[in-house]
């Protein structure tokens, strides 16, 4: 089992649909938990960073964390064309360790 | 600023040959890390360098692949005699701090 699972999609959406993409994992220390947008062909850019539970809002990303679960998602509200990537979590367990783990990416079609 | 720079972008190369691959980061950043990203496979640690510290070589495939930072800047990864599974986006990123890495747009490489 990976210490990270996320559904590989592809995800299509209508434009102006809200988008849903999670990640579970099951290391119990990660505490920090990031999402990247990857275009084609570019490297990953951090979009959303959380530490430990809770939601964090940004425009129209909200990222969630839920320890006990062992989940986290990325909302996306008001979907656009421009969207269309492929978003990868990924997590590290804070001090005393500078590995992050990565998701496989989802990849999300938002259609015009 | 300028950020992450990759070189090449692209390369083809035959089986059994060499390969170097650059990378630029961020002035400044102390860290920097090589990743390799296959086809839904997510991105796989490589190597992890920080400061003068000595390098974390764990996620390293094969003794076929070595990686060097020199004067704690430019960063260059050597694959000898490749391989076709070798094929695959490679990427470096470097951080300031531990929750931000900052990538580059990677090299792609086939192996024919």
């Known amino acids: 089992q990976k210490e990270v699972e996320q559904d590989p999609g592809p995800l299509s959406v209508p434009e102006g649909a809200i988008v849903s993409l999670n990640c579970t994992y099951s290391n119990s220390a990660f505490q920090y938990f990031m999402w990247y947008r990857q275009y084609s062909r570019k490297g990953p850019e951090l979009l959303m960073y959380?530490?430990?539970?809770g939601n964090k809002e940004d425009g129209r990303f909200t990222a969630q964390v839920d320890k006990s679960s062992k989940y986290i998602s990325l909302f996306i509200r008001d979907s656009q064309p421009s969207d269309s990537a492929t978003y990868l979590c990924?997590?590290?367990?804070?001090?005393?360790?500078?590995?992050?783990?990565f998701g496989t990416g989802t990849r999300l079609k938002v259609l015009a | 600023g300028a950020g992450v720079s990759q070189s090449p972008s692209n390369k083809v190369t035959e089986k059994g040959k060499d390969v170097e691959l650059r990378c630029d980061p961020i002035s400044g950043h102390t860290a920097l890390y090589w990743y390799r990203q296959s086809l839904g496979q997510g991105l796989e640690f490589l190597i992890y360098f920080q400061g003068n510290s000595a390098p974390d070589k764990s996620g390293l495939p094969s003794d076929r692949f070595s990686a060097e930072r020199t004067g704690g800047s430019v960063s260059t990864l050597t694959i000898q005699r490749t391989q076709q599974e070798d094929s695959a986006v490679y990427l470096c990123?470097?951080?300031?701090?531990?929750?931000?890495?900052?990538f580059g747009p990677g090299t792609r490489l086939t192996v024919l």
């Open positions: 990924a997590m590290w367990g804070g001090s005393g360790t500078y590995k992050y783990i």
């Open positions: 959380t530490y430990s539970s």
């Open positions: 990123a470097s951080s300031l701090a531990l929750n931000e890495q900052f």
